[in-house]
């Protein structure tokens, strides 16, 4: 099971650094997106590509040295230590930024044409900021106590999960009462020319966003069930013979980040487009 957790994070590392720096390069050529919701969307890139170029790598060699006992102890301690401050900071602004962007969605529906003006690119980026400072913040208390830094890393992603679902709740029966309203305002021409429309692609637009929303539920449950049923037990991090049951969870929670650039393209046309347009560019140059 070792081994066989070692070559995956491997290849999810490999597919993590090439399938979000793909990503970084189509969203830098995409112009259609509104501005902080494309920044929301490249926080989340860069997070992910440091999972598969920084946390990845680091716990790939930490399992390795582990088990081959050719490095000494010291390098594998600091080199540990290096892997959970990379998966609290890392883990913690992508599950965040996910959140984020769920709440923008909602936003966009609640303000209408206010939107561009309470959404701004200046407030997003100060949002971000705050989002690095907490992750940091939480993985400086990992130095001091792990236990209290993962309840805390806990409380926070069950804080965010809770945030998402609220907003799509939220954006569900706004567009029900939305679509109802439209079906008793069919007589009047205007309204009914328009509506259908906009009703429509915001609709598509969520829908996109909702299936990384739940990649990234579905990869963070694993986690939370084995923090749930191994944190009064002190038996997190890997201590104790649950050990290889929360590396299996650390492996799916990483797996997202591989994740997010397939539902990128796939969801989203703009950006698939960008993404095709970025690897023919990268053929002829080969």
């Not at 400072?133 to 926070?156: H, Q, T």
Request: glycine share 2%; net charge positive.
């Amino acid at each position: 099971m070792a081994s066989f957790l070692l070559a995956l994070n491997i290849f999810l590392s490999i597919t993590a650094s090439l399938g979000n720096a793909l990503i970084l390069v189509a969203l830098h050529k995409e112009t259609s997106l509104h501005p902080p919701t494309k920044l929301l969307f490249r926080c989340l890139a860069v997070t992910d590509l440091c999972v598969g170029t920084i946390a990845q790598p680091v716990f790939a060699f930490v399992r390795l040295s582990s088990t081959t006992n050719k490095v000494s102890w010291e390098v594998i301690y600091y080199m540990d230590r290096l892997r959970i401050v990379s998966a609290f900071v890392l883990c913690q602004v992508s599950i965040f930024t996910s959140s984020a962007i769920s709440v923008d969605r909602l936003q966009a529906l609640l303000s209408g044409l206010r939107y561009r003006q309470v959404v701004t690119l200046l407030r997003v980026r100060a949002v971000l900021i705050c989002f690095w400072l907490f992750g940091m913040s939480c993985a400086s208390i990992c130095f001091w106590s792990l236990s209290i830094a993962s309840n805390v890393a806990f409380a926070l992603i069950i804080l965010s999960l809770t945030t998402s679902v609220f907003s799509y709740s939220k954006i569900y029966w706004k567009l029900r009462q939305l679509q109802l309203q439209l079906s008793s305002d069919q007589q009047l021409p205007n309204r009914g020319r328009q509506m259908p429309l906009n009703v429509a692609r915001f609709k598509k637009s969520v829908s996109s966003i909702l299936w990384v929303q739940m990649a990234s539920v579905t990869c963070y449950i694993p986690y939370i069930i084995v923090q749930v049923f191994l944190m009064p037990y002190g038996q997190t991090y890997g201590l104790g013979k649950y050990q290889t049951i929360f590396y299996l969870a650390l492996t799916l929670m990483y797996l997202n980040s591989s994740l997010n650039p397939i539902l990128y393209c796939w969801r989203i046309r703009e950006v698939r487009q960008a993404a095709k347009e970025a690897i023919k560019q990268l053929k002829c140059c080969c």
